[in-house]
């Protein structure tokens, strides 16, 4: 399958500081990208569809101006936690879907375990 | 009522059983049904997909779906230690994708 790449893997970070975190196709090139997040034990939340060119679709109770995304070209697209608070600690993935694929050709980056001392 | 859900178990079974594990789902107009394996501290992987009504094979994993009952199910056979890790189920309807809880599985030696 395809792969997909996200850096770092894992932060630490003191409370009200921002953390940017990179999701990248590394051989194909995806108009839309996901970021999710999950919780110890709990299955994964959608947070927002990434659309390269646009402004990405929130899920509803995700507040867009704390979790920024830019999808500024067809292999990247970055996550900010703006400001970031204990309570933001969590597993955050990334998958790419490949153009015109259906929902068995979105591939899934490793995650990035974000800890918010 | 969530979307899809899955038993988080944990489930732990000897090495060499069948394993069943199961969701059910609540939109009827979801089309595409996932299994997922999600290892510790990782991404998950795509493991089956089906798009109908029905069994789908690959080597020792099988994946069922009944959309009359919007019941979908993974059976492990000859199960494996190997085979622990997290199994996830999704349902896909366009680009929207929600996942069940996931359910941890553990085969010991």
């Known amino acids: 399958g395809a792969v997909v790449s996200q850096h770092p893997s894992r932060v630490i970070c003191k409370s009200g500081t921002s953390v940017k975190i990179e999701c990248r196709s590394l051989?194909?090139?995806?108009?839309?990208m996901f970021w999710y997040r999950q919780f110890p034990k709990q299955s994964l939340m959608l947070m927002a569809t990434?659309?390269?060119?646009?402004?990405?679709?929130?899920e509803q109770g995700v507040e867009k101006d704390k979790f920024l995304i830019n999808h500024a070209s067809l292999t990247l697209s970055t996550l900010t936690v703006t400001s970031a608070h204990p309570e933001d600690s969590s597993f955050y993935i990334c998958?790419?879907?490949?153009?015109?694929?259906?929902?068995?050709?979105?591939?899934f980056g490793p995650g990035t375990r974000l800890l918010v001392l | 009522q969530k979307e899809v859900e899955q038993d988080p178990g944990p489930l732990s079974v000897p090495e060499g059983a069948i394993v069943s594990l199961n969701c059910t789902y609540s939109?009827?107009?979801?089309?595409?049904f996932m299994w997922y394996r999600q290892y510790s501290r990782k991404g998950p992987e795509l493991l089956m997909y089906?798009?109908?009504?029905g069994n789908k094979e690959d080597g020792r994993f099988t994946a069922q779906v009944d959309k009359s009952s919007k019941y979908i199910s993974l059976f492990i056979r000859d199960s494996q230690p190997s085979d622990s890790a997290t199994y996830l189920c999704?349902?896909?309807?366009?680009?929207?994708?929600?996942f069940g809880a996931g359910t941890r599985l553990t085969v010991k030696p």
């Open positions: 999704a349902t896909s309807l366009g680009s929207d994708m929600r």
């Open positions: 990434s659309n390269e060119g646009s402004k990405a679709t929130y």
């Open positions: 998958s790419a879907r490949e153009p015109s694929g259906g929902a068995e050709t979105q591939y």
């Open positions: 089906t798009y109908s009504s």
């Open positions: 939109n009827s107009a979801f089309q595409y």
């Open positions: 051989d194909f090139q995806a108009t839309t």
